[in-house]
């Protein structure tokens, strides 16, 4: 199976800041890396697929870089409605994997 | 608008079955691959299964192989995962997702096993 790990596992950052997460995949996964962010009772939501695409209707701060074993979502300018947890999502190879996840809390 | 709707989540006993069902809305849901999705109580997400567009092909995570079934009902524009064999630790919300990759989310049906 393909680990998916991601650092840090929590991040305190201000609003304005320009945060970066990272995900490492344990093989290549070429291309196929999503990022989801997930808030406290609500289910997860989509922002990047296949590393650098962003969904429909997601801002532009945010944003994917990546290939192969190494990915990253950097938030340009954090606003309040962005401290939540953030996972990344390999859809390269059965079984399909996520990473722990990303807790990023208002310092 | 893309709608996924989970039902039949519940309390079940070990060793009992559960179905749960997506209802799909707002596209064509027979373009696409489906997928369930898990996440145990404060802890992170899990794969379950996916299937393809007509149904031919099924993938799932080795912990839940010979007791779990994904299926859909295309007429119905239905998802459906039969669970059986429930263990504690298949004890999660349960979402379907759009597409393999997951796309857009249900807002997802909480199953507990316990005695």
């Known amino acids: 199976d393909i680990q998916m790990t991601q650092s840090p596992s929590v991040l305190s950052a201000s609003v304005g800041d320009r945060v970066t997460l990272n995900c490492k995949a344990s093989?290549?996964?070429?291309?196929?890396l999503n990022w989801y962010q997930q808030k406290l009772g609500e289910a997860p939501k989509l922002l990047i697929y296949?590393?650098?695409n962003l969904q429909t209707g997601i801002p532009s701060r945010f944003s994917g870089s990546g290939s192969g074993t190494d990915f990253t979502l950097t938030i340009s300018s954090l606003q309040p409605e962005d401290f939540a947890t953030y996972f990344c999502?390999?859809?390269?190879?059965?079984?399909?994997?996520f990473g722990s996840g990303t807790k990023l809390e208002i310092k | 608008e893309v709608q996924l709707v989970e039902s039949g989540g519940g309390l079940v006993q070990p060793g009992r079955s559960m179905k749960l069902s997506c209802a799909a809305s707002?596209?064509?849901?027979?373009?696409?691959?489906m997928a369930w999705v898990c996440q145990a109580p404060k802890k992170g997400l899990e794969w379950v299964a996916t299937?393809?567009?007509?149904?031919?092909?099924?993938y799932y995570r080795d912990s839940v192989k010979g007791r779990f079934t994904i299926s859909r009902d295309n007429a119905k524009s239905t998802l459906y995962l039969q669970m059986d064999s429930l263990r504690s630790e298949d004890t999660a919300t349960y979402y379907c997702?759009?597409?393999?990759?997951?796309?857009?989310w249900g807002q997802g049906v909480m199953v507990t096993v316990s005695s």
């Open positions: 093989q290549n996964i070429n291309k196929y």
């Open positions: 997702a759009r597409r393999g990759g997951a796309d857009y």
């Open positions: 296949n590393t650098n």
């Open positions: 999502f390999q859809h390269n190879s059965w079984p399909l994997t």
């Open positions: 707002g596209f064509t849901f027979n373009n696409y691959d």
């Open positions: 299937i393809s567009y007509d149904g031919s092909s099924t």
